[in-house]
């Protein structure tokens, strides 16, 4: 076996010393202070242990299997056996592992003396059981699937198994799918678990008003010690305008969601508030049937390519926040060919591409979108820009489940405007599922998409651990996506941060999801 990261429980203490000193300049806002920073009021305010956090809604359930929605108290609740910070994976639950030399496996080392909110000592038991629920859970199919099983070594280790040879294997682990959970206290009341959840995270649970409230507090014995703040209320307050009035008057300290575009100057020129933005880990696109319709000649789509301009997308739909995209892997990726040029903007190309697929006075298509500002107002802006080529679109609006079973499920349409969400920063996260024809028929690639080269370097790409090869691997495969014209990538959209401007070490991240064992007052 190839050892490819040990790290100890000293280096890991050094590690989160640094990592709470420097959390607070994670991103610089775009008003020049980092975040952190204090304003005029900091010297004189008080000094506080507690931290109220608005939020748009709450789901269900906290038990990261039952559903496929990520709820941010889980982030405080549990723990994984490793945590991604800054796109660099290091030690939680686990002290250390070594990947297999055929990346068929992954052995961890437990991190000894865990427990559990409850006082139960974290065991190799509790490990493989989490590990193997999740693996066989509906709900999170797409993060955890490519594991065969989990088994006990010994009271410290345990060995992952995977199906295959699968080179990302160790990032999915610290997505919330594969989080640990307390054997004992799923086996005694599963159904319940969700409300009443046994975790090992830096927060326990202490009160759920569904509707209302989550309110959770410092957990004495988290191995990592015990976050500065003691005390984390969430509010929902569903309605985005509502959520910045609230922060603005003081009434939540924090919005743990994406704030509107049309805000952003407010919020930035507010000395009471701290914002930053950052790329988000999605990426939107203009996907095509590949298999029928128009759209099923290349040269149609790749008309398409030609006639998007991308920056006025961005300028008319999201006001400015975000950023053009060329290939169809979001730049955060460590596989993302950064040299690699999109179709330049050409409306006579475009118009040629369309003639020569024997459309000389265009066509008229329909294309379905969701009934959210996010997706409807840059379809209006592609309609206007396919327009000037012949290509008139009727705008489908449609509730979100029934765009879902229509468009990813049925893969019922002709033309839409989409995203591909990362969570996991890998290649092979952005373009497996969408790509590889194995996943044809209600599997994630839902247009229709067929080609065996595509397919030979797909497969190859997640059995690699080289990462050099993996690069070469994966520009490979952008470069067939652009020439086959599979589909238009478009722009990745801004995650924000707007907090009051005396909180220190807070996270930024592409998926929007943050925990709060750095975060403190000043």
């Known amino acids: 076996m190839k050892k490819t990261r040990i790290i100890s429980c000293l280096l890991l203490v050094v590690m989160l010393f640094t990592l709470t000193a420097c959390a607070g300049q994670e991103a610089q806002s775009t008003n020049g202070n980092s975040t952190g920073s204090t304003g005029e009021e900091a010297s004189s305010a008080k000094k506080r242990d507690d931290l109220v956090i ?7 359930t906290l038990d990261t299997t039952k559903t496929a929605d990520i709820m941010l108290p889980q982030f405080q609740i549990f723990d994984g056996l490793v945590r991604d910070y800054n796109g660099e994976i290091v030690p939680a639950l686990a002290k250390s592992w070594v990947f297999a030399d055929d990346a068929k496996s992954i052995t961890f080392k437990l991190r000894p003396s865990t427990k559990f909110h409850n006082g139960d000592p974290i065991t190799a038991e509790d490990v493989v059981f989490s590990i193997n629920r999740a693996a066989a859970s509906p709900f999170v199919t797409i993060m955890a699937s490519a594991i065969d099983k989990a088994e006990k070594i010994d009271e410290q280790t345990v060995l992952v198994n995977f199906k295959y040879p699968y080179g990302p294997g160790l990032k ?3 997505t919330t799918a594969l989080y640990i959970m307390n054997k004992k206290a799923i086996e005694a009341d599963e159904d319940g678990y969700g409300k009443n959840p046994v975790g090992s995270g830096p927060y326990v649970l202490k009160e759920w008003i569904p509707g209302e409230k989550i309110v959770m507090e410092a957990f004495s014995g988290y191995y990592a010690g015990e976050p500065a703040i003691k005390k984390i209320t969430y509010i929902q307050i569903p309605d985005p305008s509502t959520l910045l009035i609230a922060l603005e008057k003081g009434e939540i300290d924090i919005i743990d969601s994406n704030t509107p575009e049309e805000a952003r100057q407010s919020l930035i020129d507010n ?29 149609v789509r790749e008309a398409v390519s030609y006639a998007v301009d991308r920056q006025e997308l961005i300028d008319g739909a999201k006001n400015g926040m975000a950023a053009p995209l060329e290939a169809a892997l979001l730049t955060s990726c460590p596989e993302y060919p950064v040299d690699f040029k999109a179709n330049p903007y050409d409306l006579e190309k475009a118009k040629a591409l369309l003639t020569e ?6 066509f008229t298509v329909k294309m ?14 592609i309609q206007a820009q396919l327009k000037k080529i012949g290509i008139n679109i009727e705008i489908e609006i449609m509730e979100r489940g029934k765009y879902m079973d229509d468009v990813t499920n049925k893969g019922d349409f002709d033309i839409t405007f989409w995203a591909i969400v990362a969570k996991v920063p890998d290649a092979d996260f952005c373009q497996y599922s969408f790509f590889h024809s194995e996943n044809l028929k209600g599997k ?12 030979k370097l797909l497969s190859e790409g997640r059995a690699c651990l080289d990462l ?14 652009k020439e086959e014209t599979m589909l238009v990538p478009l722009f990745m959209a801004k995650r924000t941060l707007a907090a009051n401007t005396n909180l220190t070490g807070l996270e930024l991240r592409p998926d929007n999801l943050r925990r709060y064992i750095y975060a403190d007052w000043k």
């Open 54 to 60: 608005g939020i748009q809604k709450f789901s269900p």
């Open 172 to 174: 999915y682990f610290t």
């Open 271 to 299: 000395k009471k508030l701290q914002y930053a933005e950052c790329d988000s880990n999605a990426f939107l696109n203009i996907m095509f049937n590949n298999t029928k319709g128009p759209f099923a000649d290349k040269r």
């Open 357 to 362: 697929a024997g459309y000389p006075d265009g």
């Open 368 to 381: 379905k979108t969701i009934d959210s500002p996010t997706y409807s107002k840059p379809t209006e802006i």
């Open 444 to 455: 994630g690639n839902y247009m229709g998409i067929n080609n065996p080269e595509l397919d």
């Open 468 to 481: 050099e090869k993996r690069k070469e691997i994966y520009a490979k495969a952008c470069e067939i996506i």
